[in-house]
């Protein structure tokens, strides 16, 4: 079983650039399998570990425990990642690097079942550039999770999985794959007219670069403003399609050495290509560039699927693709187009709040102002700020305890000062999406349900209009339960399934339960999509 995620992938990509792609990619991907054409994350917020937590369990954040790349840790007062494990080490990584195991991980995969139904026999291996995307979707119970390390320019993994590297994966390492890369040059693979058609042109003043070494034009030379091999020219390998081709390599040296699909009991390997969203973080999707790494991409894929059917047989092998999620119009092009873009400033949010909380709780004016520290903040360059994380507020419970405040009043007159800020659409209370009052009907409420996590998520969670990005400095970005975030591909080939092109509602989490009933066995404990039954075979 073969899982392939291209990160930050919008279902219209397979559309708007089709015409282009090569033979044996994704248009085998659509010929031969399955592909559902309204495929939408029904969770919010839409970012890299809850969509790669999400696909290989069923499970929403709100079940998976996963609802961010990053939250605040209540009982540490500290940022923590997904997958940052301080009880394990990183093996071939820098020796400042903190170990990532999938501990946070509450809900079981795909892998993890079949290696309960097979006795440990099946073996389950995750692949990404991004730690988060190879452990992720691989699972608790998985033989290893590889992931680029920017520090030494290595595939690394952690002592969660075992104590040293396997041997290949050194041989691997050894010939330094990454550093052949320095100084290289990316071109568009086309003549400049398909993408002056499909994604405009090159440079256009919304598209701002500011990375040393790069910018926003092509060709981009990948040195990362550096003199040699180093963090800074890996990083810059990050933003560059080249790390598709050495995950891609990779992936082929785990089918070999690891001897996956060579018998009778199913393995499982999962590969997440993380090129396309450093790309499109940096240059938005309406850019000559993502196009370019969507292209390339799809060779890549090809080349994997030509590997695996040359050594395990595609009629012998269940395939998954989808991605973790989609991306927006950069803002200040979707403001030029009328769609409304704008960033909306953490400072105004917070300002306008602060005001309304002060005349609810502080009438009288007084010095110091009570109310100051009901919104729970943390210490940065000498300056206190307040949390805000996947567009979450947390709230001081200390503070609101020693001042006698009821919580749910003042949940109340946060979410009220918040919608009066230009920009915010939407804010939900702790309270209101515990007890469940919230609509199931009303798709933003449900995607904001989907998301939350009582032991994780913060007290307030707001959503913005279409098109706004909040305390956001990044060129682009997603995370909204809008279209544009939420539709990617859903496509599932193989053994069991009727090629075609389907326009039922699908969505990433019925992956893990179609995939469970097509190998029989019992689906991952918090599966709660649908089996795409109109596809199967009976
Ligand atoms: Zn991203």
Not at 389 to 408: C, E, H, K, P, T
């Amino acid at each position: 079983m073969l899982l392939i995620v291209v990160d930050q992938f919008r279902y219209d990509y397979l559309e708007r650039f089709g015409d282009l792609f090569v033979a044996n990619g994704f248009r085998r991907l659509m010929r031969d399998g399955a592909s559902w054409t309204q495929s939408n994350y029904d969770h919010m917020p839409t970012y890299t570990a809850p969509g790669h937590g999400t696909m290989m369990t069923g499970a929403y954040p709100a079940e998976s425990g996963i609802i961010g790349n990053e939250w605040l840790d209540r009982a540490s007062g500290k940022r923590i990642t997904s997958v940052t494990d301080e009880s394990v080490k990183v093996l071939g990584g820098g020796p400042s690097e903190v170990g990532s195991s999938p501990s946070r991980l509450m809900a079981s995969t795909v892998g993890d079942e079949l290696r309960l139904a097979t006795s440990d026999r099946a073996k389950v291996i995750g692949i990404s550039v991004k730690d988060r995307s190879a452990i992720l979707p691989a699972g608790r119970h998985a033989n290893a999770a590889y992931w680029f390390s920017t520090t030494t320019g290595n595939m690394e993994s952690s002592t969660y999985y075992f104590t040293q590297l396997p041997a290949w994966v050194n041989t691997f390492n050894a010939a330094r794959p990454a550093d052949k890369y320095f100084g290289a040059k990316w071109e568009r693979l086309l003549p400049e007219k398909e993408y002056l058609r499909r994604a405009g042109p090159d440079s256009p003043p919304w598209e701002t670069v500011s990375a040393r070494g790069d910018t926003n034009a092509f060709p981009h030379v990948v040195t990362g403003g550096a003199p040699g091999p180093g963090t800074d020219f890996y990083w810059a390998l990050d933003y560059s399609p080249f790390t598709n081709e050495l995950l891609e390599s990779f992936a082929e040296q785990a089918i070999t050495n690891e001897q996956l699909g060579q018998d009778d009991d199913t393995d499982v390997l999962t590969l997440s290509f993380s090129a396309n969203d450093y790309i499109g973080h940096r240059y938005g999707p309406y850019s000559q560039e993502l196009m370019d790494s969507v292209l390339r991409v799809d060779r890549d894929i090809a080349k994997l699927l030509d590997f695996v059917d040359a050594r395990v047989g595609l009629s012998n092998t269940l395939i998954a693709f989808t991605a973790d999620h989609g991306v927006a119009p950069i803002p200040e092009q979707a403001a030029v187009l009328g769609l409304g873009g704008a960033r909306i400033q953490a400072a105004t949010l917070f300002s306008t709040i602060g005001k309304a909380l002060s005349a609810r709780y502080n009438p009288q004016g007084k010095s110091p102002d009570p109310s100051a520290d009901y919104l729970l903040r943390f210490k940065e360059a000498n300056t206190m700020r307040e949390w805000l994380i996947n567009s979450n507020l947390y709230f001081n419970y200390d503070a609101l305890r020693r001042d006698g405040v009821n919580v749910d009043e003042f949940s109340q007159a946060v979410c009220a000062a918040a919608v009066t800020v230009p920009g915010i659409a939407r804010c939900f209370t702790r309270i209101q999406l515990m007890r469940g009052a919230t609509s199931i009907t009303d798709l933003i409420e449900r995607r904001a349900l989907h998301g939350f996590y009582p032991a994780r998520s913060g007290d307030a969670v707001l959503v913005t209009e279409p098109f706004k990005y909040l305390a956001e400095t990044i060129t682009a970005t997603h995370g909204s339960p809008y279209s544009y975030d939420t539709h990617v591909p859903t496509i599932i080939m193989g053994p069991g399934v009727n090629a075609g092109r389907y326009l039922e509602a699908a969505a990433p989490t019925d992956i893990a339960p179609t995939l469970s009933a097509l190998l029989r066995i019992t689906p991952p404990s918090n599966s709660t999509g649908r089996v795409l039954i109109e596809a199967l075979k009976k």
